[in-house]
């Protein structure tokens, strides 16, 4: 059984930073991409930053572009998401997502397991 943890979420001035993580169990981490995605009170769900399966490829929404890096690490089937210049606009709950492929996809529907989230509150 597949099983996503987050952390790393809290309250941040804006301007801030923060870097939430998402440890994957439950099959081989190192196979398939990974995304996280957000949902802000009142709103849909939204795609925020994905990577492919080795790091090779990363994809962000233009709304977090050069302000978000995500990243990961295959030995400890962790991948994380560091936040910079953080706006009140980014307060949000913060879902981490595998899909089965290898490839990154902004699509919530080509990702088959998630997180139970984490709350980032950003303060102006």
């Known amino acids: 059984q597949v099983q996503l943890v987050e952390s790393g979420g809290g309250l941040v001035q804006a301007g801030g930073s923060l870097r939430l993580s998402c440890v994957e169990t439950?099959?081989?981490?190192?196979?398939?991409?990974m995304g996280w995605f957000r949902q802000a009170p009142g709103k849909e769900r939204e795609f925020v930053a994905g990577?492919?399966?080795?790091?090779?490829?990363?994809f962000y929404a233009d709304s977090v572009k050069g302000r978000f890096t995500i990243f990961r690490d295959n030995a400890k089937n962790t991948v994380y998401l560091q936040m910079s210049s953080l706006q009140p606009e980014d307060t949000a709950v913060y879902y981490c997502?595998?899909?089965?492929?290898?490839?990154?996809?902004?699509?919530?529907?080509?990702?088959?397991?998630w997180g139970q989230g984490t709350q980032v509150t950003v303060s102006s």
């Open positions: 990577i492919s399966w080795n790091g090779g490829s990363t």
């Open positions: 439950g099959r081989a981490f190192s196979s398939h991409a």
């Open positions: 997502a595998a899909r089965p492929g290898g490839s990154v996809y902004y699509i919530e529907a080509r990702y088959d397991a």
